[in-house]
């Protein structure tokens, strides 16, 4: 994981291009946040009820919720990752868009429409339909929680890595401010826009990451006129590998331990979306559970041609800058977007910075896209599960709902804030690779369980929950990603004894299984009319919010 999500993409490189431009690059930052601020301000005078504030009023369309979907899943992580994966493994990189987009047709065939039909804000909403509402709202509260913020960390830690970097600040003191003002601006948007405000922020966002890559895409073909065959084939010359550049096995294969962890990171990657918290809540945003699957097409198309574009980035990069120059500047590879950039742009000239700048403040914009999507699914996952149905036990009124949700935002941007800060000089695999393990492993066992198996109890929900919450972070937790290597979070420690750097390969089966076992073992007899009533409502939209 740690080629596709080391925030420390861009360290050493704009360090040198950069200076003279400086003024420029902070004019792009200041414009985007401002265009921003303004949409978040204008999007929370429409935001009157918990309705609006969790779901933006379903108000959306479906192209219009399929660009936010795509805005909010587009990390920058993925924009910088992927490409230096390419431009350093050829074939085996590409695997990891291949993963990400595949994906989707989980969320589409088995998620989207029926959890737009089940719930109302978050996805403990669909779990508390048929089972004991407050012990598994907890859980699922929890497990939301859980996997945002690791998720957010990631991001916050690469925010401030980012722009401290590009606006020319070495000191300790002005990173962690720098973080702090991500956190600031996260806060500003969900408190005061709600869902409608994010998912306009997403919606720019989008538009300015495909854009973006657009041009860079053109640019790279446009060297090589257009011509595919001579960009593969120059890139598998330069990278030093040959043929096997463009051949499987070159990053997963060479030893039983890499194919293993192939798998593993598939299989957290594939199944893991479909439970991401921040992409589930996107699914309540429209009027219909027609709406939500017309959504994750559009959602498809948008990401399936962003991540076709990274086989031009990344062989682009491999092509024209090289396997040793990219290293040199990062080694995992995640400079090689930023590179490219200013490579097309003319390297030391004022049209290289000046596209070196745009494309980081793109990359600006996904994280705080994304820090936004975040922010609002663990703060209404607090609000609407745990503080009005499990603290109030549902006597709790719009208003009060929606005043904790805010606190809640405050409280988790704070946090982040504080983790982010003692985070940015780390390595942030680990904490992407316990998301989508989370996900994965606590959640899309329990959604599915609820939603296709009647004889699923509460007892089952709580054991998939927490086993799978248990099992993911304590493998992550003694997993080369933790330590015992040099791109480890502790490269001085060595405490891991599981090998795989994702612990998907246990921690999703034993999810899957541990709801089944729970449930078998419940002296609880299930509601099968209640199952029924979920069944029709699922499937049909009957009664849906």
């Known amino acids: 994981m740690s080629a596709a999500y080391d925030s420390h993409a861009v360290i050493q490189l704009a360090a040198s291009s950069t200076a003279e431009h400086r003024p ?3 004019t792009l930052f200041a414009v985007f946040v401002a265009a921003t601020l303004g949409i978040t301000v204008w999007a929370g005078r429409q935001t009157k009820s918990a309705s609006d504030f969790y779901a933006g009023g379903r108000q959306f369309t479906a192209f219009q919720n399929g660009l936010a979907v795509s805005g909010d899943y587009m990390s920058a992580a993925s924009f910088l990752g992927i490409a230096g994966a390419i431009a350093l493994f050829g074939y085996d990189g590409f695997l990891y868009s291949i993963g990400f987009l595949v994906a989707w047709l989980v969320a589409l065939l088995l998620v989207a429409e029926p959890l737009r ?3 109302r804000y978050t996805m403990g909403d669909v779990l508390a339909y048929r089972m004991r509402q407050r012990p598994v709202r907890t859980a699922a509260g929890t497990s939301t929680i859980v996997v945002s913020i690791f998720y957010l960390l990631a991001q916050m830690a690469g925010a401030g890595v980012l722009v401290s970097l590009l606006l020319g600040i070495t000191s300790d003191a002005g990173k962690v401010l720098i973080v702090a003002l991500v956190g600031v601006l996260m806060i500003l948007y969900v408190t005061i826009g709600g869902m409608k405000g ?4 997403q919606m720019v966002k989008a538009v ?4 973006g890559a657009l041009l860079m895409t053109f640019l790279v073909l446009w060297k090589f006129d257009f011509n595919v065959s001579d960009l593969l084939g120059t890139a598998a010359e330069k990278s030093g590998h040959g043929a096997a550049f463009l051949e499987p096995g070159l990053k997963y294969g060479s030893t039983d331990v890499s194919k293993l962890d192939f798998i593993s990171l598939g299989l957290a990657l594939v199944l893991g ?26 959602a498809i198309g948008i990401i399936g041609s962003f991540y076709l574009m990274t086989i031009a980035l990344g062989f682009g990069a491999a092509a024209l800058i090289g396997p040793d120059e990219i290293k040199a500047k990062n080694p995992a590879g995640n400079a090689a977007a930023p590179q490219l950039a200013e490579y097309l742009g003319g390297v030391g000239t004022t049209w290289g910075a000046i596209l070196l700048a745009v494309i980081s403040a793109v990359a600006f914009a996904t994280i705080l896209a994304v820090v936004a999507g975040l922010t609002l699914a663990s703060s209404s996952s607090f609000a609407h599960d745990i503080y009005a149905n499990v603290i109030r036990k549902g006597t709790a009124t719009e208003k009060e709902e929606m005043r904790a949700a805010k606190w809640a935002t405050v409280a988790i941007g704070v946090v982040s804030i504080a983790l982010g800060a003692l985070a940015r000089d780390l390595n942030v695999a680990g904490l992407v690779a316990l998301a989508f393990a989370v996900a994965a492993s606590a959640n899309l066992p329990t959604i599915l369980y609820s939603l296709f198996w009647k004889r ?4 089952g929900a709580l054991w998939s929950i ?6 993911s972070v304590l493998l992550v937790l003694f997993s080369p990603v933790v330590s015992g290597k040099v791109t480890s979070m502790f490269p001085d420690a060595d405490f891991a004894w599981f090998p795989l750097e994702n612990p998907g390969l246990i921690s999703i089966p034993l999810g899957f299984l541990l709801g089944w076992v729970g449930s078998v073992l419940s002296k609880e007899e299930p509601d099968e009319g209640k199952y029924a009533e979920l069944e029709v409502k699922s499937l049909t939209g009957t009664g849906a919010h």
């Open 24 to 26: 420029l690059i902070i």
């Open 117 to 119: 039909n089940s719930g």
């Open 466 to 471: 927490y086993g799978g919450l248990a099992s």
């Open 273 to 298: 979306t479909a439970g991401l918290p921040h992409i589930l809540i996107r699914f309540y945003t429209v009027p219909t559970a027609k709406a939500a699957r017309k959504s994750v097409n559009w």
């Open 456 to 459: 699923f109890t509460t007892q």
């Open 198 to 201: 994010t998912t306009w922020v």
């Open 208 to 211: 300015l990451l495909i854009a």
